[in-house]
């Protein structure tokens, strides 16, 4: 079974860009990114098909935040530009077999990387 570790998570400022990564044992999955903030529930940002060819962004952040894979298929990153406080949460990547920003579709899941933004 695949495993996913996400990293580049940290204390940053309001205004900064980031980037955070996803990186698979395995190739041929799905990938999608979510975030958790204190107190709400699991929320979809992002997702990216297997070849790279199709991504899906929450409407919400499409104009900050950018997914991409490596050619090799077994990184999948997630920059975020601009950053707000709101972005404060838990980000995590996880995988599945649809490309899909359905959270329930997606099986495997990282541990997650926190992203703190301050004013």
């Known amino acids: 079974q695949v495993q996913l570790v996400e990293s580049g998570g940290g204390l940053v400022q309001a205004g900064d860009s980031l980037r955070l990564s996803c990186t698979a044992s395995?190739?041929?999955?799905?990938i999608g990114w979510f975030r958790q903030a204190p107190g709400k529930e699991r929320e979809f940002v992002a997702a990216i098909s297997w070849g790279g060819g199709m991504t899906l962004l929450e409407d919400s952040v499409a104009d900050r935040f950018t997914i991409s894979r490596d050619n090799a298929k077994t990184t999948v990153d997630l920059r975020i530009e601009r950053l707000k406080t709101e972005d404060t949460a838990v980000y995590y990547c996880?995988?599945?077999?649809?490309?899909?920003?359905?959270?329930?579709?997606?099986?495997?899941w990282g541990r997650g990387t926190q992203v703190t933004v301050s004013s």
């Open positions: 996880a995988a599945g077999m649809v490309f899909t920003k359905r959270r329930e579709e997606y099986y495997i």
């Open positions: 395995a190739r041929g999955y799905e």
